[in-house]
């Protein structure tokens, strides 16, 4: 087995229009009207459905810049979708040099914060023992 590694590089974020918004659009109705959506086909939606052509408007823009995979999350206070693009591929050299290095010096900090949670526990226990605390 090896460790093949991949850079996952942001490049940008692209915001749906409000969910409601796009209905509204299609739907032409006013703001101050009651809208009910009633579900059927047996899917209860958690969230709310974006038109495809929008979805993909936003995905070909992505794609357009250079993003090879997409994230999509869901904003119920806002009621839109978050896109954000990513390209991916493999890491060179200089990234995973950096990786590395990174991963050790976490690894070296975390070791030393270890040691002087000890010598702190240590220095309290002998200063419960001369203070007849233990």
Request: with cysteine; aromatic share 10%; glycine share 4%.
């Amino acid at each position: 087995m090896k460790n093949i590694f991949l850079e996952q590089r942001f490049i940008k974020e692209v915001i749906s229009n409000n969910t409601f918004d796009s209905i509204q659009t299609k739907f032409d109705y006013n703001e101050d009207d009651i809208i009910k959506i009633i579900e059927t086909g047996g899917r209860d939606s958690i969230s709310h459905p974006i038109q495809i052509n929008s979805l993909q408007k936003h995905i070909n823009e992505l794609n357009e810049i250079g993003c090879n995979f997409v994230e999509i999350s869901y904003h119920n206070n806002q009621q839109e979708y978050e896109l954000c693009g990513f390209l991916i591929d493999y890491a060179n050299d200089d990234v995973i040099i950096n990786y590395k290095n990174k991963e050790d010096d976490y690894r070296k900090t975390l070791s030393e914060i270890n040691e002087l949670e000890l010598q702190i526990k240590n220095i309290k226990l002998e200063y419960n023992k001369r203070n007849g605390k233990i």
